[in-house]
Each structure stands twice: as C-alpha cells, then as structure tokens.
C-alpha cells in the first residue's frame, strides 16, 4: 500500500473533524447574530415607538391660522396669525384684542417687516 493511500483516512478525518469545527463555528455566530438583530430591532422599534408618540403630539397641537389685517374689533385666540404694521404676528395666549406691537405679551412676532423696496419705474424685466 503506498503512503499516499495509508495517509488518506488520516486526511478524510482530519478534514471532517476541521469541517465540523468550521460548522459549530458558523452555527454559533448565527446564533449570536440572530441576537444581535433582535436587539437592534428591540432599539428600532423603541425609536419608532417615541417617533409615533411625539407625531401624535404635534399633531394634536392647534394649527396656526392666518386671518388678515388685525382688526381691534375682533378677539383673536391662540396661534392666530395677522398681520399689522406690514409683520406678522402669532397670538400666544388662549384670548386677545390686544393690538400686536414690540413689548406686547399677547403676541410674538412671527416674520419682520423688510425694507421698503424701489418704486419699480426704472426695473427692467429681461
């Protein structure tokens, strides 16, 4: 019997046994990767979970509502938007017939007034 065919059990038991090891190995890291993705799915849902909860609240705030030029003979309630003065005002309390101007509590300014701009007669519309 030459060398060559007294070695080959040797090796066919040698192989086997290092692709057992090799299986065991690959059996065990899926095991511990099918943890690992169930905690980050564990922590993607918690995310998810606090994303939907702070949706919810936004969206049971009261919508602004833009309703014109300030007019003193109205009352106007919170998150009303108008406009006075040429800014825009938000109403911050639940009821106003406050006019909106700086250092009024009723109300915050929303968007400024710009700069007068140009009378327009020497614009050229190209």
Known sequence: MSETA?????????MKAVLQGFSEMIKERLSLDRKENEQKQAQILELLEGLDRRCAELEAREPMEYLGT??????????????????????????????????CQDWQLACKKGRDGKDGKDWDAR
Do not use: H, L
């Not at 007294?6 to 040698?14: C, E, F």
């Not at 106007?76 to 909106?100: D, F, H, L, M, Q």
């Open 70 to 103: 300030f007019d003193a003979a109205k009352t106007y309630r919170r998150n009303a938007c108008v406009t006075w003065g040429g800014s825009i005002w938000a109403c911050k309390v639940a009821s106003t017939s406050e006019k909106p101007e700086p250092g």
């Open 6 to 14: 007294k070695s080959a059990p040797v090796t066919m038991s040698i």
